[in-house]
């Protein structure tokens, strides 16, 4: 009897090369629920059906993956074995540890083309590994490098290839035997060392679930948040001393000068005192901007729907805004849909030229969204200098989503999502 073989008889490598696509770390292919139940591809990659006496050609791929099991694991065992001697040997040096963290990338490679192996004559369905991330602590040549030496992906290549000296002689040595001594048996003994180095890669070059990727995206995400942080203490720095600063600087120079004018000419003093009370009333809406800009005191004290139809209001088109919540978000997921809906608004009295504009916030299921809408010239890309690529950042620092679409001439439909959080319930649980 004729068993099925242990995947379907198109060849894997037409789905295209281990790197194909636009990112490392996409699926390469459907589950096994989205498979006809006939299709023998169905079969799930980790339990192939039993090898058959029959030489098919999944069997002679099993063949020539397991005869170039040899010099594969010789070179990356060679490298291995240079890398860290070499790499620690001379991490007293300057030199060594930048050496490591450059044959770590070079493990990398390795992986990729192992999996790449796998893929085109196992038939081993495997994701790539998330990029590398670069330290959170900026840009430079020690987050290079501590990036570089701590990337688990990078190890577990290095340890994969170190083990798998013994095992390639051992492989090569059985199946070279087989094909002049084993013959017939052969199919089955090739199928048995390929379900073990099935499991190896599996085991040791896949992604670590969604453990790995969510670190990794962890550590981007509180760049962003360390960075941003940073650059609003500065604007707040630059507008407390060229803004409210220098005028009150001002003022109080110009009160000294009064005070010593109030006796020899007390018109003249008058004058300078009543143009003082005007630097003063200047300087409280500075003062006031200043905070809105910070955290508005109407968003804390009656929520998203009064602060953005403030606004609004300020906007230069009409705008109207819809606000359907029932509850209120965590204060840091409300400050956020705050500070969106307002430069999204300054965006549009400044470059959209448009005749209106709408808002609309509403809660769905898990998830505040957020839409601006404006019926002017369009043309709006996150590369665009006008903060679009900054709002996205924030928002993807906690896990939110931000996507522009603004088609040349309109109209522009700006969407934000973020995860909510209710208050009410984070309070009681506190409680």
């Known amino acids: 009897m004729t068993l099925s073989p242990p995947l379907p008889d198109h060849d894997p490598s037409d789905h295209g090369p281990a790197d194909a696509g636009p990112s490392d770390h996409g699926p390469v292919d459907a589950g096994p629920a989205d498979r006809d139940p006939s299709d023998p591809a169905r079969h799930d990659d980790t339990a192939p059906p039993p090898a058959r006496f029959a030489f098919d050609r999944w069997t002679w791929k099993e063949i020539a993956y397991l005869l170039a099991n040899l010099p594969m694991a010789i070179a990356g065992f060679v490298y291995t074995v240079f890398l860290v001697g070499v790499g620690l040997g001379l991490s007293v040096t300057v030199v060594g540890l930048p050496l490591l ?3 770590l990338r070079g493990a990398r490679g390795i992986g990729r083309a192992e999996r790449g192996r796998a893929r085109g004559m196992l038939g081993v369905r495997i994701e790539e590994p998330s990029p590398m991330v670069r330290s959170h602590r900026g840009h430079g040549f020690f987050p290079w490098l501590w990036s570089g030496l701590k990337d688990p992906v990078a190890w577990r290549a290095m340890l994969y290839s170190f083990i798998r000296l013994p095992w390639g002689v051992a492989t090569f040595a059985v199946t070279l035997v087989g094909l002049f001594v084993l013959w017939p048996v052969l199919p089955f003994i090739a199928r048995g060392l390929a379900n073990a180095d099935r499991a190896m890669v599996r085991g040791m070059l896949s992604p670590s679930d969604e453990l790995e990727r969510r670190i990794a995206e962890l550590e ?7 960075d941003t942080a940073a650059a609003d203490l500065r604007r707040i720095e630059r507008d407390l001393h060229d803004g409210a600063q220098a005028r009150l600087v001002a003022l109080a120079m110009g009160l000294g000068l009064a005070k010593e004018k109030l006796t020899d000419d007390p018109e ?82 400044k470059h959209s030229r448009a005749r209106s504009a709408s808002v609309e916030v509403r809660r769905t299921g898990d998830r505040l969204l957020i839409e601006v809408r404006d019926d002017g010239v369009g043309g709006a890309r996150l590369d665009g200098g006008t903060g679009m690529s900054g709002l996205a950042e924030r928002l993807g620092a906690v896990d939110g989503v931000f996507v522009v679409n603004s088609p040349a001439g309109g109209p522009t439909t700006v969407t934000a999502e973020l995860p909510w959080r209710d208050r009410a319930e984070v309070a009681t649980a506190g409680a």
């Not at 809105?292 to 109207?320: E, F, N």
């Open 220 to 226: 981007s995400d509180r760049g962003v948040v360390v």
């Open 268 to 349: 003249a003093a008058a004058r300078m005192v009543d143009e003082a009370h005007g630097e003063v009333k200047v300087a409280l809406q500075e003062l006031r901007d200043l905070a809105r800009g910070i955290h508005p005191a109407v968003l804390t004290d009656r929520g998203l729907d009064a602060a953005l139809s403030a606004i609004a209001s300020r906007c230069t088109v009409p705008v109207d805004v819809s606000v359907e919540l029932a509850g209120r978000p965590v204060e840091a997921i409300e400050g956020i849909a705050y500070f969106t809906v307002s430069e999204l608004l300054q965006n549009v009295s």
């Open 101 to 103: 963290a450059l044959g």
